[in-house]
């Protein structure tokens, strides 16, 4: 299966990704961060799945969302009928729920489904047992801490499976349900299917109406983007994810594969920044409270990224039970990049919140205390050598991106004592500012190429550059950031598309080789609407929608000699891109 032929499914708390074969291949309970009950995707059938499917060979299927919510309907067609599958996660109920119904549109057709549970990375085996409910029949299956229960048509045990075929007539029903609740305590009852799927409906439905909407080509493709990020920030934490997947390969085979379900300072605040800008402030007030839970303490150890409940050991493991997608190995749980010092962070976890700031979100007696102390650490950190927004695992440097990104920091910092009056010490903030940005113009600017670098003392360019008009740290149409683009596109356009960084040419400690980082392409499509060049922002940008699979969905990078998805998927930022690049064409276009 490729990875763009999977859909996703979520509560806002985890994720399942469903194939178009109708097998769930990837479903980690009940957070994003949980191991795997159903890991097939990392592996093959035996590492946990959950098929459900017609028996007979199918002539036809087609699948999409319920309106603007997470609700999956599939439609398959056999010689002898027609049925519609219903697939959610229901919203609110505070139960790690799935749902799967099954109804008869035409003819009669026989559904199979087959169940394989693989506790914790499919390293461990359950036991499962027969039950006899009031309701109907079920399965419980228990390994250490985790137990589900499904229910629904009778399952019988075969060869390490669970399996059963049932008819489905026109006008029938059948509902199946997955619950995975504590071992140790006793199996949840059955969930009501119906109130689940119109609650659910309703829940997803009145937040994208909420959106502050844009009459646009691409408005659409943006929606759907702005629902991804919101199925990836949790419910009760309000941490957002990077993606719903570990592992999923950025090179075919290789060990590019990283974990990517937590939570990083800068996508989330990218995101947040997304969400604000279509009117979403009470997300921002969510997200501020994440963030003060999580970076409380002391500045100098604040984190590039945490936990979904703020947690700040995220230990990098090898799972040896999974073998990787397509071989693509070691599977990794926890990523070691949360050690990193980056220094940008600062700058999107303050522009962020200066966002907020300037559209209503007022300070509290935390919020401001705690951005004057990430200010304090900039002050006395602004010249450090970090590792960089894509997390180098190379020699450390004094990368221009994170240097503007501190530069922005400082630019917030004055910006709220003088635009709306909080207290703070703006003559040094702004002295600070001012030496930030000299130092980049001085040791950042390659003036005989006429563009800013990489890092200082480098020739080569990277797409975080693309960032620099976009915190206001110079114009789209400055002739220095007309250069740096023209040095971009000569140095790191693949087949039309941006790689992040020439990965030959720069020490990331890592074996060479990836594909377009889709972000960076959103964002050369924002630079290029914001800079008189609208003719050729749309054509990249129709063909960057085009990428997204059939129910909208991206993930990290694309490979164009294949016309594959790679890497994590849904990945937020890829989404996060989108949509800065639809409204960016908005404008342009008004």
Not at 38 to 62: C, K, M, N, Q, Y
Not at 158 to 179: K, P, R, Y
Request: glycine share 8%; proline share 4%; aromatic share 8%.
């Amino acid at each position: 299966m490729n990875i763009e032929d999977y859909a996703m499914i979520g509560d806002c708390h985890t994720a399942a990704l469903i194939g178009r074969d109708g097998s769930i291949d990837w479903l980690c309970l009940p957070r994003f961060d949980s191991a795997s009950t159903f890991g097939a995707l990392l592996g093959t059938e035996d590492h946990g799945r959950w098929l459900l499917a017609p028996a007979d060979p199918v002539i036809e299927t087609s699948r999409s969302y319920l309106g603007t919510t997470f609700t999956l309907v599939t439609r398959w067609v056999t010689e002898s009928g027609e049925v519609e599958v219903t697939e959610l996660m229901p919203h609110g109920d505070r139960r790690a729920d799935l749902i799967r119904r099954v109804r008869g549109i035409r003819g009669t057709v026989t559904m199979r489904q087959e169940v394989r549970i693989r506790f914790g990375y499919a390293d461990a085996m359950p036991w499962v047992r027969q039950v006899q409910e009031k309701g109907g029949h079920a399965i419980i299956a228990v390994a250490g801490p985790d137990a589900v229960v499904i229910r629904g048509p009778k399952l019988t045990a075969s060869n390490h499976a669970h399996e059963s075929e049932f008819a489905v007539s026109q006008g029938d029903t059948v509902d199946i349900s997955l619950t995975w609740y504590p071992s140790h305590r006793v199996a949840p009852p059955r969930p009501d299917v119906d109130a689940a799927i119109e609650q659910t409906t309703a829940w997803w439905t009145d937040w994208a109406a909420s959106c502050t909407h844009r009459a646009d080509r691409y408005e659409d493709a943006a929606l759907r983007s702005l629902l991804v990020l919101r199925a990836l920030t949790h419910e009760d934490t309000g941490g957002i994810v990077a993606a719903a997947t570990t592992s999923l390969p950025e090179q075919w085979g290789g060990v590019r594969n990283w974990d990517y379900r937590f939570v990083w300072l800068r996508d989330a605040s990218s995101t947040l920044d997304a969400l604000l800008g279509r009117g979403f402030l009470s997300e921002a007030a969510t997200w501020r409270r994440w963030l003060l839970r999580a970076i409380a303490g002391d500045p100098g150890d604040i984190q590039i990224m945490y936990g979904l409940g703020g947690e700040r050991e995220l230990t990098e493991l090898t799972v040896d039970s999974l073998p990787g997608y397509r071989g693509a190995s070691p599977v990794r749980k926890g990523n070691g990049a949360y050690t990193q010092y980056q220094g940008d962070v600062f700058g999107e976890t303050m522009l962020a919140l200066a966002k907020a700031r300037d559209l209503g979100v007022a300070e509290d007696e935390f919020s401001w205390p705690l951005q004057r102390a990430m200010l304090s650490f900039v002050e006395e950190n602004w010249q450090r050598l970090d590792h960089g927004m894509w997390e180098m695992r190379g020699p450390l440097q004094a990368f221009t991106h994170s240097r503007a990104m501190l530069w922005a920091a400082m630019d917030c910092g004055v910006r709220a004592v003088r635009d709306h009056g909080l207290d703070g010490p703006v003559a040094k903030w702004e002295r600070i500012r001012n030496e930030i940005r000299a130092d980049i113009e001085q040791r950042g600017f390659d003036a005989e190429r006429n563009t800013y670098t990489q890092y200082f003392g480098s020739r080569a360019v990277d797409a975080t550059l693309l960032q620099l008009p976009q915190i206001g740290y110079l114009d789209y149409d400055d002739p220095r950031m007309l250069g740096t683009v023209a040095a971009i596109e000569k140095d790191l356009l693949v087949d039309g598309l941006l790689l992040r960084y020439r990965a030959d040419h720069s020490d990331d400690g890592l074996p060479p080789g990836e594909h377009p980082f889709l972000a960076c392409s959103f964002w050369l499509v924002e630079q290029y609407a914001h800079s008189g060049r609208l003719n050729e922002a749309t054509a990249l940008m129709d063909r960057l929608v085009g990428f997204c699979n059939d129910v909208g969905m991206l993930s990290e990078e694309y490979d164009v000699d294949s016309s594959l998805h790679v890497g994590n998927t849904p990945q937020a930022l890829s989404h996060l891109g989108l949509v800065r690049a639809a409204d960016a064409i908005a404008v342009a276009s008004a």
